[in-house]
Each structure stands twice: as structure tokens, then as C-alpha cells.
């Protein structure tokens, strides 16, 4: 398969150079140049296939030409060998639960997947060490430090802002040790971030050591998300669901929502999305208005989805060749503040007994106001509540049990290399560990 541009501006690669490049070189995000629509039987056959079955059919549409069959069955069961469970939360409404992976939170998923593809890249064609850059206020660097850890040929950096991530988050990507080191940068986020975009353009620096991001611009991290709607729809069946579904996704960076629109270009029985976001509403005012703006993210409770210019924008564009009224008719907005997430939270524990983090939250109030008779909703709970424990706390005003996973963490050794924003340490420090 070959993954163009978004830009059109660079030309076609073939799938090993756009995972390790990332970016294109005309700054576009990569696409694969067709996606295949599976064959009706498969979906109605769904409610009697096993997930493994599912999660390789899916994955065998995008890598298939690409990554031997063999292989490809190992990496997508030990990349999803954890549940994804569909509940039910009210009348018509279910979570899919995306929270049961090593960080409680749906970007295991793609950083695992990335992980081990990259892996199969570095042992086939022989290549160099890969190093791994990230930048993370958070959930990220735990994601992808834990979907990397121990996998040969990679070394992964995670950089994050000194007194700035919680202590939770911190632990999760600080006591791994082996192929994942954690420098605590004297700066803030937007210091990391910079930190890792000018190594990207440091010419001596890529000539030394090969280097790669694994944010959602990354196609290995993005195209897998896709196979979790599948999950959600064969759940459905097994309990008689077929038609009139729709897919509610808390969107940040919009790349879990595009994975669900690429799901439904291959057939997956979708009838709309949902993108729901909190006060950070970009996407809302280009529904409404045509015109897309990007502004300074605002901080939230749902602070996973505090992005100002959501990067996967362009890919949504691009599925639709930029007619604003395709876009309209297929994905609706929804924005919503703090308030009404507190609200939520504690209506619908209240009610049902179930309790949604502040970004499952979104999702499930955009489809309680959202949703019109004989649709079937499903929002999808992005990472587990304990993960926001404070917050949780506070606003059920019950204590919130941290998953003996979490536990696990916050007992382990902090190891981080301590490092000013200042690009030229950074880079010594990186050409001195090569
Ligand atoms: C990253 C994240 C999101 C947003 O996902 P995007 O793919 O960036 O839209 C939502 N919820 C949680 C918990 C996240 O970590």
C-alpha cells in the first residue's frame, strides 16, 4: 500500500517510510491511497467471530500487502489481548470501555500496535536503532512508553514538563526503565514539544541517529484505532443491535473519530458520529460555520482533549475532499463545559451507577442531547475514572478505588535525567547515549 500526503505537495511512500518518518515532507499526514470496503458476510457474521479473528481481519485490510500474515496475527494479539468491553449505561446508551489496557486509557492501543510494527520494520530491513521522541503533558508519554517498553531496536525518550504532570502520570513513564528513558525538562510543555521539533530539523542530528515521533500523525498509531469500532458493532449484534448507530468519540486531536470514519469507509455499519468536545470547540465552529480557526486550546477537567488545532483535521478534510456539507451530514458537534461534565458525572452515577471520566462524560451528554428515537448510541470511554481521581472524588464525594495496575506503578523507582529547554543539551545528551 502507498500513503500520499495530505498536502499532495510530497511524493507517495510506501508504509515502512511513512511510520518512520511520521510526517510527510510537505508537513501533510499520510493516508493510505485506497481503503478497503470488506465484504457484507463479514459484518453479518460479526456477532459469531472472535475478536482475534476480527482484530486480524481488519488490520490484514490496512498491512496486509506490507507486513507478512504471520507477523501481522502476533502483533495485533498482543497489541489488543485486553478487553474492550460495550456497557450498558441508560436507555439506548452504551459506553465502550477502551480503559482496560497497562495505562487505563484507548491510546495503549495505537502506541502498542506502533510499537511492534516498527519492531517488524527494524528487524526486516536491518535498520538502525530507532529512537523514539515524544513530548507529553500527560497521557501520552505513559501510552507510548508502555506500549514500547522492551521492544528491540527502539529507544524510546519521553520528555515532560518538571512539576507539571500528576504524580500518577509521572510514575507511569519514569519507573520502566530498559529502552525508555524520562527527561524531566526545566520547562513547560510547549518547551518539550519544541524541544523535540527542533531535533526533527536538526540535519547533523537525523544524519547521527534515526529518529520518529509516535503522536496520532502517525499512521501505525492511528489506521489500528479503527478496529475497536469493530468490536463495538459485534458486541452490538450479539445483543440484537444492527442499524441506526452511532459513534460518540471525545475528540482532542481527532485521530480516535477519524479511525471510526475510516471503520465506516470499509463497510462498518455506522449511521453518524458524534465528535464531542469540551470548551476547546474548533470543530463545533467549523460544522456551524465553514470556516476553521484555530486558537489557543483553553485547560478543561477533560484536559486529554485540551487541543487548539486538532492535527488530524486534515485527514478528515481529506476523506472528504473538503465539501464541508459531506462532512456535516456524516459527524455532528458538540461542546460542552466543566459545569455540565460535573454535572454529568454526578447525574449519571447518581442514576445508573455508572461512573464516566471527565472525557467519557462529554460523550455521553452529547448523546443524551443528541440522540433521536430508535438510535442506538455508543460514546467511547476513553480512559478509566480513576485516572482523574481528584476530580472524581470531589464530584461524587465518594472515594475512587486506583486499579491495582496504577497501584503497581506508584511503587516502582523514579529514574528521570534531569535537562534545561535548552536545545543544545538535549542534543549533546542525545548524541552522547547513541
Ligand atoms: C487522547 C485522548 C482523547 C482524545 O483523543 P484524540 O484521538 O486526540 O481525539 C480523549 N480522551 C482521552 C482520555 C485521551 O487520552
Not at 116 to 140: E, H, I, P
Not at 172 to 200: M, W, Y
Request: hydrophobic content about 40%; charged content about 20%; some cysteine.
Amino acid at each position: 500500500m502507498k500513503y500520499y500526503s495530505t498536502n499532495k505537495q510530497a511524493p507517495t511512500v510506501d508504509l515502512q517510510e511513512a511510520v518512520v518518518k511520521g510526517l510527510a515532507g510537505d508537513k501533510g499526514l499520510y493516508m493510505p491511497e485506497s481503503i478497503q470496503l470488506l465484504p457484507d458476510a463479514f459484518f453479518e457474521n460479526m456477532a459469531d467471530e472472535s475478536f482475534p479473528d476480527i482484530n486480524f481481519a481488519v488490520a490484514n485490510a490496512f498491512f496486509g500487502e506490507d507486513v507478512d500474515t504471520e507477523t501481522l496475527r502476533t502483533i495485533v494479539d498482543e497489541t489488543l489481548n485486553f478487553a474492550t468491553p460495550v456497557v450498558k449505561v441508560s436507555d439506548a446508551i452504551y459506553a465502550l470501555e477502551l480503559f482496560h489496557g497497562p495505562t487505563l486509557a484507548f491510546k495503549d492501543v495505537g502506541a502498542r500496535f506502533m510499537a511492534r510494527l516498527l519492531n517488524y520494520f527494524v528487524r526486516k530491513q536491518g535498520l538502525d536503532k530507532v529512537n523514539v521522541l515524544v513530548a507529553t503533558s500527560g497521557d501520552t508519554g505513559s501510552a507510548v512508553a508502555n506500549g514500547f517498553l522492551g521492544v528491540e531496536g527502539i529507544q524510546v525518550y519521553v520528555l515532560y514538563p518538571k512539576g507539571k504532570v500528576s504524580a500518577i502520570q509521572e510514575c507511569q513513564f519514569t519507573t520502566l526503565g530498559q529502552n525508555i528513558t524520562a527527561l524531566e525538562i526545566d520547562g513547560t510543555f510547549d518547551d518539550c514539544q519544541a524541544l523535540v521539533k527542533s531535533a526533527f530539523m536538526d540535519k547533523e542530528l537525523n544524519e547521527k541517529m534515526k529518529l520518529t515521533s509516535a503522536n496520532s500523525i502517525n499512521v501505525a498509531r492511528f489506521l489500528p484505532q479503527a478496529i475497536y469500532y469493530f468490536h463495538a458493532y459485534a458486541q452490538l449484534r450479539k445483543q440484537g443491535v444492527k442499524n441506526d448507530i452511532v459513534f460518540c468519540v471525545p475528540s482532542g486531536n481527532f485521530g480516535n473519530i477519524t479511525a471510526g470514519l475510516v471503520a465506516q469507509r470499509m463497510g462498518l455499519p455506522v449511521k453518524r458520529f458524534i465528535a464531542a468536545n469540551n470548551k476547546n470547540d474548533i470543530f463545533l465552529q467549523y460544522l456551524l460555520t465553514g470556516y476553521y480557526n484555530p486558537k489557543p486550546s483553553v485547560q478543561t477537567l477533560a484536559n486529554a482533549m485540551d487541543v487548539g488545532d486538532p492535527s488530524n483535521f486534515a485527514r478528515i478534510l481529506d476523506l472528504y475532499n473538503h465539501n464541508h456539507e459531506a462532512i456535516t451530514q456524516n459527524i455532528s458537534g458538540f461542546s460542552c463545559d466543566d459545569a455540565s461534565i460535573r454535572e454529568t458525572v454526578k447525574a449519571c452515577y447518581e442514576a445508573t451507577g455508572y461512573l464516566l471520566d471527565p472525557h467519557g462524560a462529554c460523550g455521553y451528554l452529547a448523546l443524551l442531547e443528541k440522540l433521536q428515537p430508535n438510535e442506538t448510541g455508543v460514546f467511547l470511554e476513553t480512559a478509566h475514572p480513576a485516572k482523574f481521581k481528584d476530580t472524581m472524588e470531589a464530584i461524587i464525594k465518594k472515594g475512587v478505588e486506583i486499579p491495582e495496575r496504577l497501584q503497581a506503578f506508584m511503587k516502582g523507582e523514579k529514574q528521570s535525567i534531569q535537562l534545561s529547554k535548552d536545545f543544545f543539551a538535549f542534543k549533546n545528551f542525545l548524541t552522547a547515549n547513541k
